[in-house]
């Protein structure tokens, strides 16, 4: 936390998914083939710092012991602490939650496709089982999943990137960079919405040019009909949409019911 406000917005949702998680001490492990390029992996960053690693780790410790406590039995061993692949953790997940991964691949020059990219391990502890689970698939080129749900969540993994970005813009106090930022990414989304006319490309242009116009008012006066709100409240909202936003967008996303 680094603001008070925050407090309010995020406690009450947090305790109601504690008690719906379906999954805990998240760890998968992407090993492709050595012949194949990633370029990139959306909406993560290698972490190669010292500190910030050994607090993934130190994370990544205490839900292994949680994951324990509730299954009652050993966890398995840890993934992300093996030094080939790509791995990444999350510390749980709740029921409705999805957690997606989009890669960017080049294949080498061949007269036919390889016929595996390479493999994927994900483990977990199933809260419902209280157990351990561990499954593994090879990645074919083909697949199952359709070229624009990989493109709408590349996309959108993207637009969680450039969002965070723009967090940190804001943490230090430079509005003009945020601004920038969003502005570009909110004419790429609708370029890519001319193109592909999924509304969530559409949606998410509306969402920044809102941000942008929420972030623009920051520290500015008040007018004087407008409502006596605290000095900081503007900046937690602000703060708290944009980190809630990036988060549904990097495919951390609860799917909800409205009635």
Wanted: glycine residues 6%.
């Amino acid at each position: 936390m680094t603001d008070p406000g925050d407090v309010r917005l995020n406690l009450a949702e947090d305790l109601t998914r504690r008690e719906h998680l379906a999954a805990i001490n998240v760890q998968l492990q992407i090993e492709i083939d050595p012949e194949i390029r990633v370029w990139h992996l959306y909406g993560h960053d290698l972490i190669t710092d010292p500190a910030a690693r050994e607090a993934v780790l130190q994370e990544a410790r205490e839900a292994r012991r949680r994951g324990e406590e509730q299954s009652g039995t050993p966890g398995l061993p840890d993934l992300i602490t093996e030094e080939k692949g790509i791995r990444i953790f999350a510390p749980d997940l709740a029921y409705g939650e999805t957690y997606w991964i989009v890669l960017e691949l080049e294949l080498p020059d061949a007269a036919a496709p390889p016929a595996a990219l390479g493999r994927a391990t994900v483990q977990y502890v199933d809260t419902l089982a209280r157990d351990n689970r561990r499954h593994e698939w090879s990645l074919t080129p083909d697949g199952t999943i359709p070229d624009q749900t990989v493109a709408v969540h590349a996309i959108g993994l993207w637009t969680s990137e450039i969002t965070f970005y723009a967090l940190d813009d804001l943490y230090e106090f430079d509005r003009a960079t945020a601004k920038e930022r969003l502005s570009r990414h909110a004419e790429v989304l609708q370029d890519a919405y001319s193109v592909m006319p999924v509304p969530q490309f559409r949606d998410d242009r509306v969402t920044l040019i809102k941000l942008i116009s929420l972030s623009g008012n920051l520290d500015q006066p008040a007018a004087w009909h407008d409502p006596v709100r605290p000095a900081d409240s503007a900046w937690t909202y602000t703060m708290h949409t944009m980190n809630a936003f990036g988060r549904v967008r990097a495919g951390y996303t609860r799917f909800t019911t409205r009635t």
